[in-house]
């Protein structure tokens, strides 16, 4: 997500807190918040993926092997 995503976010829950936001604002922060959310599923799904476990049996296996 950019930079001056990240800003716009934080800009609207401020607003939101201060004196509230239009229906276009509040449409805008959850539409915001769902792509940040999904970012976030995506980089810890990838690093998850990345794990291996290893036992003391055998050589290092990767999760659902």
């Known amino acids: 997500m950019s930079p001056e995503k990240i800003k716009r976010i934080n800009f609207l829950a401020k607003k939101s807190k201060l004196s509230g936001l239009t229906p276009e604002e509040k449409a805008e922060q959850t539409a915001l918040r769902n ?14 993926e990345k ?15």
Not at 35 to 48: G, N
């Open 35 to 48: 792509e940040y959310r999904a970012e976030v599923r995506a980089s810890l799904t990838a690093s998850l």
């Open 51 to 65: 794990i291996e476990f290893v036992d003391g049996a055998g050589p290092e296996r990767r999760q659902g092997s």
